[in-house]
Each structure stands twice: as structure tokens, then as C-alpha cells.
């Protein structure tokens, strides 16, 4: 009876989740027509599948910041009128996958298992620009979390303080 209740309660959200994102992307850019067609499945499906494999109430936890960080970053770019890709990222393969839906489902996965609390941010930055980014493929994009999944807290700010130019003396 209460793996029913359960079950209930991710359906409930996970749709709820899913409307909302979808929601926000058509009240930003009524004219591109994607919202309930493309973001508002892939969040729902994403959320339920992975819902149910969750086993830590731990990893639920950082699943869901960097999930609900996501979306406000989303909606941000969504509110700057940045403009999501419009490519075959969010079209489903012959298994009823997309690249989207794929790399989301991975990403969260990832920082399941992260114990470094800091690098969420990261995660959250990462979903959301890879839905604004045309250049990026899946493929691309599998690896980029892949490897900032195998970084630690410290070679990030590293790599980021290199970034702004700076040399290490």
C-alpha cells in the first residue's frame, strides 16, 4: 500500500514538474510551439523513471536541486528572451529517446552519486546551457558531464581560474 502512495505521489509531480517547465517555455515563446510537445514530456518521463530508481534520500536530494536549479536557470535564459535550440536535440530516436530527455537522465545520475555539494551548481549550469546551445551534440555533451563528473572541487576552480587568464606562478 505505500509503494502505492509512492508511486502516486511521482506521478502527481512528475507531470506537475513536466506542465510546469512546459508551461514557462510557452508563456516565454508562444510562437516557437515546443512547450507541452517537447519540454514538458521529457521532464515528466525523466522525473518518473528516475523517481523510481532512487534508493538514498540522500541522492534524491542533490537529483533535486540540481534539477529545480535547472529550471530556474531555464526560465532566466527563457525570461532574457534567449532563444532554446530548435535542432533534432528533442526528437525522439526509435527508441522513444531523445538526445534532451538522455542527457538529463544521465546528468542527474551523475550528481546522484556527486558528494562534493559545490559542484551541483555545475550540474544545474550544465543542463541548462546544453538547452541553449546549438553547437553542442549529444555526444559532445555526454562527455563534457562525464568529465566534470570525474573533476574534483579543486581542479574545477583550477581550470576556472585559468580560464579568466591567469597563470599559476
Known sequence: MAEDKRDALISVGSNTMGAVAGAAAEI????????NAVIAPIFTAVSQG????????????????????????????????QVP????????????????????????????????AKKM???????ANI??????????????????ASLSLQQIRILRYLNEGNIIP
Open 85 to 116: 535550440r530548435n535542432d533534432d536535440f528533442y526528437q525522439n530516436d526509435e527508441y522513444q529517446q531523445s538526445s534532451a530527455s538522455k542527457i538529463l537522465e544521465e546528468t542527474l545520475l551523475k550528481c546522484k552519486d556527486e558528494v562534493e
Open 28 to 35: 516565454a515563446f508562444p510562437q516557437l510551439g515546443i512547450a
Open 131 to 148: 538547452s541553449f546551445d546549438h553547437s553542442i551534440s549529444y555526444e559532445e555533451g555526454n562527455a563534457m558531464a562525464a568529465k566534470y
Open 50 to 81: 528516475l523517481a523510481h530508481r532512487i534508493v538514498c534520500h540522500n541522492e534524491n536530494t542533490r537529483m533535486n536541486i540540481v534539477y529545480k536549479q535547472a529550471i530556474l536557470k531555464i526560465q532566466q535564459k527563457l525570461d532574457d528572451k
Open 121 to 127: 551548481a555545475g550540474y544545474s549550469s550544465f543542463l
